[in-house]
């Protein structure tokens, strides 16, 4: 059974411009989480989607980050535009239901420069 | 505030003796624990996780351990081998809000010298 998948895996970019990434659960995973994850810390939840719809959406700074789950499948994350702070790992993870156990991607490293 | 800590950045330990790895928290509403073990370059892989209706749960060489009146809990790899090197995160659920947001500590990098 494939895993979450993340693309890209890498991106640099330059302040100011717009950048995004993609997700692809698990199959017949209903929930979707985008975490971001800094340097020396744990993850941390950014938004919780079941299947379309975005029902933890607290911690995502909405003036830049944005993200949507059309067809509660796969998920896109956008920044816009991004700051030298944004530079991080991006993690998708999914899971059956938000009580189940939530499997990771391998996350997007993003390079503000 | 950091509700989930792990003051160990780093442990080593010989191959073949034990690895304990440790994990506090704050809320006593956390109902439900996890440990993911991260590799460099790849998400974190899901372990091994504990209801708070348990004090311990086993799977191979991994037991975890958790201690409710101390908000305490541990992971035991016995016996460690090398390719356990990596980092360990604790995460905690509930807090009785039924949302089942994990909250992570910031890891602690075991190194298992051969």
């Known amino acids: 059974e494939a895993g979450v998948v993340q693309s890209p895996r890498y991106k640099i970019i330059e302040k100011k411009q717009p950048v995004a990434f993609w997700c692809n659960p698990i199959?017949?995973?209903?929930?979707l989480y985008w975490y971001l994850q800094n340097l020396g810390q744990g993850p941390e939840l950014l938004i919780r989607?079941?299947?379309?719809?975005?029902?933890?959406d607290s911690q995502l700074p909405k003036d830049r980050f944005s993200a949507e789950r059309l067809k509660g499948v796969d998920s896109t994350l956008k920044i816009q535009p991004a700051e030298l702070g944004d530079s991080a790992v991006y993690l998708c993870?999914?899971?059956?239901?938000?009580?189940?156990?939530?499997?990771f991607g391998p996350g997007t490293r993003l390079l503000v420069l | 505030d950091q509700q989930v800590k792990q003051n160990s950045p780093s442990l080593s330990v010989q191959e073949g003796r034990i690895s304990i790895l440790n994990c506090d928290y704050t809320n006593s509403m956390f109902d439900y624990f996890l440990w993911y073990k991260k590799y460099p370059a790849e998400g974190p892989t899901f372990l091994i996780s504990i209801s708070s209706i348990k004090d311990k749960n086993e799977d191979g060489r991994f037991t975890v351990f958790l201690n409710k009146s101390a908000k305490h809990l541990s992971l035991h790899i016995v016996p460690s081998q090398p390719g356990d090197s990596a980092v360990y995160f604790c995460a905690a659920s509930g807090g009785g809000s039924g949302t089942y947001k994990y909250i992570f500590g910031t890891g602690t990098r075991l190194k298992v010298l051969a």
């Open positions: 993870a999914s899971s059956f239901t938000h009580q189940e156990t939530q499997y």
């Open positions: 989607y079941e299947n379309e719809e975005a029902v933890d």
């Open positions: 199959s017949g995973h209903n929930t």
